[in-house]
């Protein structure tokens, strides 16, 4: 399972570390990445939407509301999946959800879409994010 934390509150133009750890599942297998992972985010009356990616091909994808302010990043020691967030935005307020699904995506113009689409998917239970102005 996956276990997020890191949440909380903070002021506009703040910053927030968010962790997703992997319990009873190693992403890593001999040193290599098996697992896509990636962080999404449901704020209140809308859908849920991708915010970072890393594939386990090696491949990458941001949304374009967090690019140069999030930043994705793997340990492999602590089988962790980390989301620093800096410049935070009262938009950025929302539920944020690890995910990890086994393999690699093959198209990136896939990486934030099959996540949802696919039953094998693994979720957190998702850690609130709240940005005052």
């Known amino acids: 399972r996956l276990v997020e934390s890191g949440g909380g509150s903070v002021q506009a133009g703040g910053s927030l570390r968010l962790s997703c750890t992997a319990s009873?599942?190693?992403?890593?297998?001999?040193?290599?990445?098996?697992?896509?992972m990636g962080w999404f985010r449901q704020a209140p009356g809308k859908e849920r939407e991708g915010v970072a990616v890393?594939?386990?091909?090696?491949?990458?994808a941001y949304a374009d509301s967090v690019k140069g302010r999030f930043t994705a990043s793997l340990d492999n020691a602590q089988n962790t999946l980390y989301l620093q967030m800096d410049r935070l935005k009262p938009e950025d307020t929302a539920m944020y959800y690890c995910?990890?699904?086994?393999?690699?995506?093959?198209?990136?113009?896939?990486?934030?879409?099959?996540?949802?689409?696919?039953?094998?998917?693994?979720w957190g239970q998702g850690t609130q994010v709240t940005v005052s102005s």
């Open positions: 995910a990890a699904l086994r393999g690699g995506v093959s198209r990136p113009d896939l990486l934030f879409t099959i996540f949802p689409q696919e039953a094998a998917t693994n």
């Open positions: 009873g599942m190693s992403i890593y297998a001999s040193g290599v990445l098996i697992y896509s």
């Open positions: 890393l594939d386990a091909d090696g491949g990458s």
